[in-house]
């Protein structure tokens, strides 16, 4: 059965006969109702099938961040979106069996303004690293007031671990505090800038991979 939002002539939700009703970003639109295929898929598909699994098990956790940070929407398209489109073409490396994340390559972040300038990560006791990098703010389109964000990825956990608005340009340098549980443990660490009056991203920068003492 269907339900109309706005009389007979607005869209519906539900389905009718072959036809389904739904919305997709706030657009009504209407589709052929799927059928079910009896054909198994190609070694082909299943591996792209793997591929777009694997991808969104590395994006989901940083969605609401890369919704935010990652270009401009398009149309229909968004900035997640953009994310996964990058990662699956220009990321994601083919194995015999299965693909691997190619982490120099990934980006938290895309935008016009300027991004770190010389940086270099240091691993500290106490589960600390100092993040360092030359103060740019004298160069167009970097501002000493843009926030400092860094994302970490723990490949043994599959989790991030997230410092936004963790220091600002001019400062040139920031000390990161990881909870305990993620010592002697490998991380892959990014960090991007953000100008909060144009509300514009940097091209995020891969800092390098760490491990927590």
Do not use: C
Not at 172 to 180: A, D, I, S, T
């Amino acid at each position: 059965m269907a339900t109309f939002n706005n009389g007979i002539l607005g869209g519906f939700s539900g389905t009718v006969g072959t036809v389904v009703g739904t919305t997709w970003r706030g657009v009504p639109v209407m589709r052929s109702k799927p059928r079910k295929s009896t054909k198994k898929p190609s070694p082909a598909q299943l591996r792209n099938q793997l591929k777009f699994r694997l991808a969104n098990v590395f994006l989901n956790p940083v969605k609401p961040f890369l919704s935010d940070s990652f270009g401009q929407p398009k149309g229909t398209t968004s900035r997640f979106d953009f994310a996964k489109s990058y990662l699956l073409t220009e990321v994601m490396i083919p194995t015999a069996d299965s693909f691997l994340i190619d982490y120099p390559k990934v980006l938290i972040s895309k935008g016009p303004i300027r991004g770190l300038l010389d940086a270099s990560i240091t691993v500290q006791a106490k589960q600390k690293a100092k993040l360092q990098w030359t103060d740019n703010s004298a160069l167009g389109l970097a501002y000493a007031e843009d926030a400092l964000s860094v994302i970490a990825y723990v490949p043994a956990t599959q989790d991030f671990i997230f410092f936004e608005a963790a220091a600002q340009r001019h400062m040139g340098e920031v000390v990161l505090q990881f909870p305990e549980e993620l010592q002697d443990l490998t991380l892959e660490v990014w960090a991007t800038f953000k100008n909060k009056a144009s509300q514009q991203y940097a091209t995020s920068d891969y800092v390098g991979s760490i491990t927590v003492i």
